[in-house]
């Protein structure tokens, strides 16, 4: 074991809103535990974040917010490296070179670019459909091994794998092909309004989603306002979506399984199973809020950090890009 190398992780999050308890227990939540036992890097990916419109003021502030949040939640920037994409030039600069190693009709294929450009119909920018070739670049200027995601970016994950491969053939073994990491519990949590959906921040139903920063009481409202089924029984089956969500979300924020959760809630009905599914959630998250607020009041502590992870960032950035540059035959001086 001594000198097995630590693998290297990278996720990011994008800047674009509060994030959500499905954010945290299917992604941020099993980041923590990664950071012991390996060489973490985590990203607020702020290019990422104008594919669709930012208010500027508002990216600034959740820029903050979101690294704020990455703390409050255990990534600890004594174990990990945490940094923003926009201070790191070799994102944008990789992802031209791989942009010339992807194709067009790869890029047509990607589920989220038909997606949000169906939903941006007035906004449809070339960054939207290269969105995945910069994501590609985030990954493999790292040497990533594990990228640990939601679901929904399996294929984003496949594509940059797709490129480094290429990339690899045409001008010899440079990137580390990278793999998903997609963990199996809480993995996804659904919209409390509908179940067949993913919970998303950016959801117009403000009680389908809960997010880190939701008081008590909004908590409390939002969970006995969630969609369930005209039965009465706390169990998870088929066409008990909502309920089986339910469950997943109390699990995730006891550690119950689903038969003590079962047990628990015999008899009693959903008006019951609800309000504990909220306090759970609720007392899960008053320490992470209170740390929060706690640091989005000290600014300088947080460029701080933000500046520690840019140069220990740009220093493993800058060393693949001058390698790729290299490979490609650009003349380095
Ligand atoms: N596309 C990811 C999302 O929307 C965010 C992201 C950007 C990312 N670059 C990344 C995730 C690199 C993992 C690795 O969730």
Redesign the pocket.
């Known amino acids: 074991m001594e000198n097995e190398k630590k693998k290297r992780i990278?996720?990011?999050?994008?800047p674009s809103g509060i994030l959500t308890i499905g954010n945290y227990l299917g992604a941020i939540k099993n980041w923590v535990d990664f950071q012991d036992e390996n060489d973490c890097i985590f990203c607020v990916?702020d290019l990422?974040a104008i594919t669709v419109h930012q208010v500027p003021a508002d990216l600034r502030r959740r820029t903050y917010e979101t690294l704020a949040i990455y703390l409050a939640c255990g990534i600890d920037p004594a174990k990990s490296t945490i940094f923003v994409q926009s201070h790191v030039p070799a994102h944008a600069e990789l992802a031209w070179v791989l942009g010339c190693s992807t194709m067009f009709g790869e890029l047509s294929r990607m589920t989220q670019f038909k997606d949000k450009s169906a939903r941006n119909a007035g906004n449809v920018n070339a960054g939207l459909f290269t969105y995945p070739v910069l994501?590609a670049a985030?990954?493999l200027l790292y040497g990533t091994d594990l990228?640990p995601?939601?679901k929904d970016?399996q294929q984003?994950i496949e594509i940059a794998r797709d490129i480094a491969i290429r990339f690899n053939q045409t001008y010899s073994d440079t990137f580390v092909v990278p793999e998903g990491f997609f963990p199996k519990s809480g993995a996804k949590i659904m919209s409390l309004a509908d179940p067949t959906k993913k919970m998303s921040k950016s959801d117009a139903n403000q009680n389908g989603f809960i997010s880190l920063l939701d008081d008590r009481d909004t908590v409390m409202r939002k969970f006995r306002r969630a969609v369930t089924d005209s039965e009465t029984e706390v169990r998870r089956a088929p066409g008990k979506e909502g309920v089986g969500n339910l469950m997943t979300i109390y699990s995730c924020f006891t550690g119950k399984t689903d038969a003590e959760i079962e047990e628990e809630f015999r008899g009693l009905g959903y008006g019951e199973f609800k309000e504990a599914v909220g306090a759970a959630a609720a007392d899960g998250l008053a320490p992470l809020q209170a740390r929060f607020k706690e640091l989005m009041a000290d600014k300088s502590y947080l460029e701080g950090i933000m500046k520690e992870g840019a140069e220990h960032a740009n220093h493993i950035a800058r060393k693949t890009l001058s390698k790729v540059y290299r490979k490609v035959g650009f003349v380095g001086l």
């Not at 990278?10 to 994008?14: K, L, P, R, Y």
Request: hydrophobic content about 45%; cysteine-free.
């Open positions: 990278f996720s990011g999050v994008q990916v990422h994501m985030d990954i990228v995601v939601g970016q984003h």
